[in-house]
């Protein structure tokens, strides 16, 4: 007859877990974004997980909704993981952005805006880095134009100068390899949200505040209308004001 392990009787609140606190906290996962491809109409969100929620990863979630594909964006890791996080306006957010097939993230380990596709049977390993190599700068909030894949809208916050950091908003031109400035990077300015619009992306809504409001009690919105760049030459906007006042 097989050896059966008698049970254990003990007080309530005092039996012994094989498991302990910092087990349990090891393996523990939030979602902390959903992320939808408007052009596949794939679901994606951003999970956080590992020791200290250190790590988020493009998690796709398949149709029936009972399983989760976990995309590693980033192969040359040496854990083969990417990190999704972004630490524009120090408490991060807008890290991700799905279109086309094709995920946007901004990596953790060097801030970079990187780019690949993504989704069921798409080709994993070409990555892309979509802005240069500069640990200085933070980038977070994308949009991409509707119409042009080429184009991304999106906050760029500079830390070259710890004592005088900006935030600016910025245009990304991947067919001519530029980054341009398109509301002025301030020092005492904040920007969230950009995003083309209109029936034919001809149109960018955005909006900012100014210190000392924060964005629940002092924030602007903007738009202007916008056209796809032929040529490397900048672009030039000219905000509208919607609604919203400053305090």
């Known amino acids: 007859m097989p050896h059966s392990r008698q049970p254990t009787i003990a007080p309530f ?6 498991l302990d606190s910092e087990a349990v906290y090891r393996k523990r996962s939030s979602v902390t974004e959903l ?18 929620c250190a790590r988020k990863a493009v998690v796709l979630l398949i149709p029936d909704f009972l399983h989760s594909t976990y995309f590693s964006l ?10 999704v996080r972004t630490k524009v306006h120090e408490y991060g957010g807008g890290a991700a952005r799905v279109h086309g097939g094709v995920a946007y993230w901004s990596e953790a380990k060097d801030g970079r805006i ?3 596709k993504v989704g069921t049977g798409a080709d994993l390993r070409p990555i892309e880095a979509v802005t240069p190599d500069c640990h200085k700068h933070r980038f977070a909030d994308f949009d991409i134009h509707p119409f042009d ?5 999106c906050i760029k916050e500079d830390h070259t100068d710890e004592t005088q950091v900006t935030n600016g908003l910025i245009l990304i031109n ?7 400035e ?11 949200f950009p995003r083309f619009g209109g029936i034919h992306g001809d149109k960018i809504a955005w909006i900012e505040w100014k210190h000392p409001d924060m964005p629940w009690n002092g924030t602007e919105l903007y738009y202007s209308a916008f ?13 509208i004001k919607i609604a919203g006042k400053r305090s």
């Open 13 to 18: 609140g005092t039996w012994k877990s094989p």
């Open 35 to 52: 992320l939808v491809d408007k052009i596949t109409g794939d679901v994606f969100h951003i999970e956080v997980s590992g020791f200290n």
């Open 74 to 83: 980033d192969p040359t890791r040496q854990d083969d993981a990417s990190n």
């Open 114 to 116: 990187y780019r690949r």
């Open 149 to 153: 894949n080429n184009l991304l809208i």
């Open 174 to 180: 991947l067919k001519y390899a530029t980054m341009q």
């Open 182 to 192: 398109i509301r002025s990077a301030r020092i005492d300015g904040f920007y969230a």
């Open 227 to 239: 056209s796809i760049p032929t040529s490397k030459q900048p672009i030039q906007l000219c905000p």
